[in-house]
């Protein structure tokens, strides 16, 4: 890098960028915007955890979870927006009795819509979201979520297992006409 | 195993987390019992489910224009001219503090301690960044208490200090992982911290071949490290080390939160 001409070394870097970080954009605009429910706001929030990411490049190394990495900035991110607006930091663990105290959790039905799958999914904590679309969505190993959301790797694994129980529950109710769906 | 043990471990088991010979456990007990493969296959299912239909959601599809106005921000944020100026001047400044800090060392160091003392530092800090922040460790770490087993009780210390939540003048840090790793040959106890809103490593090192510092106690504040705040303290044949990209001042009080029961835990050992 010594020696070399600036543009030059701004062109490699921007290309690299460009081939490493970039493709991720859209998968992480589709999660920006399921978190923040609002267009605009998930823009801002695409944009300048992209921009955040393109300060850092430098410190990635090639080969390893570029898409980890850019959810780690992403959520990071999120969180420093939130507390920029004075929100109350998402709970710990909001519900968490309920995990251990599912009454009855009736059998998923075999045929579920996406609709049924997505509204089901945004009626648990946001906390259980957070996980579970890290894991199953964007397929980040615990140790990669648990960086991400700056929590230990226990926290990762009893959460998942909580919100994945939470969900079977509400998609189980999805097939029981006028019974009650726990709410988030 | 029994149909309870897999259903617990079954998440575990389609994100391919279990250790291998929990896996062949939940294998064998799968080969012989059709409720739990009907549940995993359930479980399989939905989870498939979710992520298809996350991926299909027209309602989360960005505007077709964003991604360009994104690129086209992003490569002039890249291409900045007064960035791309801010970059050579960064070199030469970072050359210059390179110089001074060598000129620094070569005036204040004792030849060969102190060096051995430097590299202790620089391997702390790749450390952090390899191990903490990238997780891409060419060994893979391992828990305290087979780090205990192997090479002694110090790790037992630091499987309970410091405590999971560490109160300190600048605010709360609190610990998200412990466990024993290896960075260029250096062993360590680390234990990763999120405190001030970055991530923040506390590595324990046995000092009997890093020379002397200070003094039994005393921290240490020798400067940035390749771009990262570290202050260092030894006690009981041990150096303790913490480094992060925050202040320098917020990372001494950490370490001042830190020493008393610190040293303490690790006296006698």
Known sequence: MVGKPAPEAADDAWAAFEAEALPHADRLFRLAMWLERDRAEAEDLVQETMMQALRSFHRFQPGTNCRAWLNAILQHVRSNRRRARNRAPLADEPFEHVGRTLAFVPPVPQVLTDEDLLGALARLPIVYQDVILLCDVEELTYREIAAALSIPLGTVMSRLHRGRALLRSELGAVSLPGRCRTHS | ?269
């Open chain 2, 1 to 269: 195993m029994d149909c309870r043990d897999v259903r617990d471990l079954a998440d575990s088991f389609l994100a391919e987390e279990l250790m291998t010979e929990t896996n062949h456990e939940m294998l064998r007990h799968l080969e012989g019992c059709h409720a739990c493969r009907r549940e995993l296959a359930e479980r399989r299912s939905l989870r498939e489910g979710v992520r298809r239909a996350f991926a299909g959601a027209a309602s989360l599809d960005a505007r077709p224009e964003f991604a360009a106005v994104l690129k086209a921000r992003l490569r002039r944020a890249a291409l900045d001219v007064p960035a791309r100026r801010s970059i050579r001047h960064r070199g030469w400044w970072a050359l210059a503090a390179a110089l001074l800090l060598a000129a620094t060392i070569g005036l204040v160091l004792r030849a060969r301690d102190w060096t051995a003392m430097v590299t202790l530092a620089h391997a702390a800090v790749g450390d952090h960044r390899n191990c903490a922040l990238q997780f891409r460790l060419t060994e893979k770490p391992i828990p305290l208490d087979e780090a205990a087993k192997r090479y002694g009780v110090v790790y037992r210390v630091l499987e309970r200090l410091p405590p999971d939540d560490v109160r300190t003048a600048a605010g709360l840090a609190h610990v998200l992982e412990r466990h024993a790793c290896v960075y260029k040959g250096q062993r360590f106890a680390h234990v990763v911290l999120e405190y001030r809103g970055a991530r923040v490593s506390m590595l324990v090192a046995d000092s009997s071949s890093h020379g002397p510092s200070a003094g039994e106690g005393t921290i240490d504040a020798p400067g940035p490290i390749d771009g990262l705040s570290l202050v260092s303290f030894r006690t009981s044949g041990h150096v303790v080390l913490f480094t992060g990209e925050i202040a320098m001042g917020d990372l001494r009080v950490l370490a001042d939160a830190v020493a008393l029961p610190l040293r303490r835990g690790l006296s006698g050992i």
